[in-house]
């Protein structure tokens, strides 16, 4: 029989040995999360480790040298990473957005200089990731405008051979780490209700960048999430993203699944490390007094029998929905299944944690133990995008049968 799978052209074998791979990086960065976390620097470590294992490359094309994997594959994958270290997660999932985006494009029938212009940004990234091992960053988040793009204050003017970008982005994942930022911008001659939005890659070592360090955080600490300054920040035309200028705010109404699906799997791998590590904890714990393992505690079964429920159903949401966007992306039901898994991840992660520290006790927020690490990465996935409240939002109105492939419908 063959196993050859309809979605991509990965095998089942080939798919399982990703998430084999990715299982075995999880663990060892899980030895080092302490100390990243403790010194909210950025795991440099692992990204060495994620360059050698080619994992830059997980959603580019075989035939570009990369692992051509599909959006569930990626999502097994990226839990595995982050049961082992949320914050390398989050930074790795930064540049999968990027990259993963473009993997899905089919370039091939769009002719003449447009579609010249589109293939060659495609593969002057894939290059860069997979000969060059250079990490790609996501730079949207402005100052009292968080990820709501149609409100970027940030803005390019087209000048002779490129662009010149100004404005300040304070939510930089990987700031001063990453080779390259993404960057959201608004044409200045953009007058349009829908803004033109485009993405535009700036070198880390544009004289035109500034970085202010001054992450110290609650959780997520390892990400390096700084502010880039772009002070008359030019770039050339090439680096103009896909060679497509204003369209951003239509390409992520229709097809979200990346600026939000993209963390299912981070949020998750905290979900399902804390149900694993509380198991463990609760079968090594004593009942105090004598009389075996909490464990045997009927009260203990049937409060991890919910925690139980609650997870296995988070993650049967996001990998159905991660299988829906490998199958159908953009469509309205892909649309909505990564809201409501990115929903349900997001807001268990807090709840289970806690539930977990309330279950193992007291000893359990010494910071020898990963569980209170867990507890504070998991509040931040409700924070980012699509936050709770605009998920809620977002399948509310698909329930009363909005065309949310509408910019104007959406919360971007
Ligand atoms: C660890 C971490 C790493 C990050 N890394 C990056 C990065 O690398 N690049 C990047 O660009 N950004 C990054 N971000 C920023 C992130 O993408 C968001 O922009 C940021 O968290 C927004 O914060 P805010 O509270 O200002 O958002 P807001 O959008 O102001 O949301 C605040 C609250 O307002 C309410 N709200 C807002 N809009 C709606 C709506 N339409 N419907 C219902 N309720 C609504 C919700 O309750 C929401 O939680 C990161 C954030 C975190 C926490």
């Not at 994620?50 to 997980?58: A, N, P, R, T």
Request: glycine share 10%.
């Amino acid at each position: 029989m063959s196993d050859i799978t309809i979605d991509t052209q990965l095998t089942i074998t080939e798919k399982e040995n990703i998430i084999a791979e990715s299982s075995k990086l999880g663990k060892r960065f899980s030895e080092r999360a302490a100390k990243y976390d403790r010194e909210g620097t950025f795991p440099v470590e692992n990204f060495e480790d994620l360059k050698e294992s080619g994992f830059l490359g997980i959603m580019i094309p075989k035939a570009f040298g990369g692992m051509g994997a599909d959006f569930l594959t990626y999502t097994k994958a990226l839990e595995q990473i982050s049961m082992g270290d949320a914050s390398t997660g989050l930074t790795y999932n930064m540049h999968n957005i990027a990259v993963g985006s473009l993997a899905e494009l089919q370039l091939d029938d769009i002719g003449g200089s447009r579609g010249r212009a589109m293939v060659n940004f495609r593969n002057w990234v894939y290059d860069q990731a997979v000969n060059h091992k250079k990490l790609f960053a996501s730079a949207s988040s402005e100052p009292g405008v968080g990820a709501h793009f149609s409100k970027l204050k940030t803005m390019y003017r087209r000048v002779d051979g490129g662009f010149l970008i100004n404005g300040v982005k304070n939510w930089v994942s990987m700031a001063g780490h990453a080779d390259y930022y993404v960057v959201a911008a608004r044409s200045e001659q953009s007058n349009n209700d829908i803004p033109a939005i485009s993405f535009l890659v700036v070198e880390k070592e544009n004289p035109g960048t500034r970085i202010e360090y001054t992450w110290d955080v609650l959780g997520m600490r390892g990400t390096s999430t700084n502010t880039v300054y772009l002070e008359d920040c030019f770039i050339p035309t090439e680096r103009l993203f896909l060679g497509s200028e204003g369209m951003a705010l239509y390409k992520i109404a229709r097809e979200p699944h990346w600026l939000v699906g993209g963390y299912n799997g981070v949020y998750l791998g905290i979900c399902t490390a804390a149900f694993q590590f509380m198991i463990n904890y609760l079968r090594e714990k004593k009942i105090p007094g004598g009389g075996g393992s909490v464990a045997d505690n009927e009260r203990i079964q049937h409060k991890v029998g919910e925690l139980y429920a609650a997870l296995a159903s988070a993650r049967a949401i996001a990998y159905n929905a991660a299988r829906l966007v490998a199958e159908q992306p953009g469509s309205p039901e892909a649309n909505t299944a990564i809201h409501h898994a990115k929903y349900l991840v997001s807001e268990l992660g807090p709840t289970l944690t806690s539930e977990a520290i309330r279950l193992c006790g007291g000893s359990t927020i010494h910071k020898q133990f990963p569980l209170e690490r867990y507890y504070r990465d998991a509040r931040c996935g409700g924070l980012m995008p699509a936050t709770s409240d605009q998920c809620l939002f977002y399948m509310g109105k698909a329930a009363f049968g909005a065309d949310l492939s509408k910019p104007s419908e959406t919360y971007w």
